[in-house]
């Protein structure tokens, strides 16, 4: 019956160049995103998801019954599950595969460093291992983060730009991931390619981001707190929506080449990329604010606090000069545009009193 099902998710419904894709973090924000595009195109699809209750593990389940009612199938298990990844790659051929699983949020980290070593780098370096050993070899296209920036206050941040100063656990694992690309694009030749989204939101999203849990603070009549930078400058994002990510993320994948399963050695150097796909235009969390405000309706209870906190880098903000040329990315949605649909879906999902049985929240929130 298991089987069965990954057949059918996986086989594409459409005979040209369609592919057949696993995708980790399937219940997830992206995961949820990226799997429908897919779908859609008429690619094969199967997803994998440990739905861990970093946050509300309802959403995930949602997400699932909509991945489900449009054809895609979330197989549920561990991406550090190494047979049970082993059987997914012997009933379905995956061409690519889209690696999103992950632990995120950079203050978690202090009171759950060990989670971020598991998914972000025991996980990543497990996916790697069942693609090397496959044939033929998958290519893979896996989230980075922004956060690899860090403390650098060089802005716009061009992929080759320094990294080497996380300012988070969360960041210092996917730094450390791209540095395991490296080895496995170059000992294998596995085709790898890392995107470094800059803070993605909209609609199902992540209850744990400021913008989310701020929509619900708001909603509630709650105080919010928001915090600043060194100096008592505000925070800024170069925040991305949705829609404008998964075209960086099919993009990726329909130009990712094939892996040369030899590191360079037999039939040439295999793919390895990097990407920031951002917004290049950062926005002050005052003014996140502003906005929720105006689609919400509701005036938010500020408690503005002068002070930086552990893990927030003070502004984000992508060069995306790269993706463009190499994969035609051009994002088109502004924040005022995608946070009038992020409200718009928050509202038909929760109903406007957040009735539903809500993860308790907490001022963890991530930026
Ligand atoms: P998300 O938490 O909604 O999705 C990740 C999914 O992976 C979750 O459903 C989770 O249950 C699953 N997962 C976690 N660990 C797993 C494991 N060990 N085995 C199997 N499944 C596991 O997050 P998202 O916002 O959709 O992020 C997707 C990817 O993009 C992540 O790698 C994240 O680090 C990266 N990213 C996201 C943002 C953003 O702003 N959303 C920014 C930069 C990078």
Known sequence: EWERKVI????????????????????????????LALKKRGDGVVGLDNFNSYYEVSLKRARQELLNKHGVFVVE???????????LFDVVQFTHVMHLAAQAGVRY??????????SNIAGLVNIFEVCKATNPQPAIVWASSSSVYGLNTKVPFSEADRTDQPASLYAAT???????????????????????FFTVYGPWGRPDMAYFSFTRD??????????????????????????????G????????????????KKSGPAMLRVFNLGNTSPVTVPTLVDILEKYLKVKAKRETIKMPRNGD????HANISSAELQLHYKPVTNLDTG??????????YYGDSSNRKLWPGNNEQTL
């Open 77 to 87: 298990g561990d991406i550090n599950d190494k047979f049970l990844i082993e059987s």
């Open 174 to 196: 996917k730094k450390a991931g791209e540095e395991i690309a490296h080895t496995y694009n170059h000992i294998y030749g596995l085709s790898i390619t890392g995107l470094r």
């Open 8 to 35: 059918h998710s996986g086989s594409p419904n459409r005979n040209d160049n369609a592919l057949t894709v696993l995708v980790t973090g399937a219940a997830g924000f992206v995961g949820t995103h990226v799997s």
């Open 339 to 348: 946070l009038k649909k992020f409200v718009k879906w928050y509202l038909s």
């Open 249 to 264: 993320c099919v993009a990726s994948l329909d130009t990712a080449e094939k892996s040369t399963g030899s590191g360079g």
């Open 313 to 316: 880098v003070p502004f984000t």
């Open 218 to 247: 708001i909603l509630k009549g709650k105080p919010i707190s928001i915090y600043s930078g060194a100096g008592g400058k505000d925070l800024a994002r170069d925040f991305t929506y949705i829609d404008d990510i998964v075209k």
């Open 109 to 118: 980290a202090m009171q759950n460093p060990q989670s971020y070593i598991h």
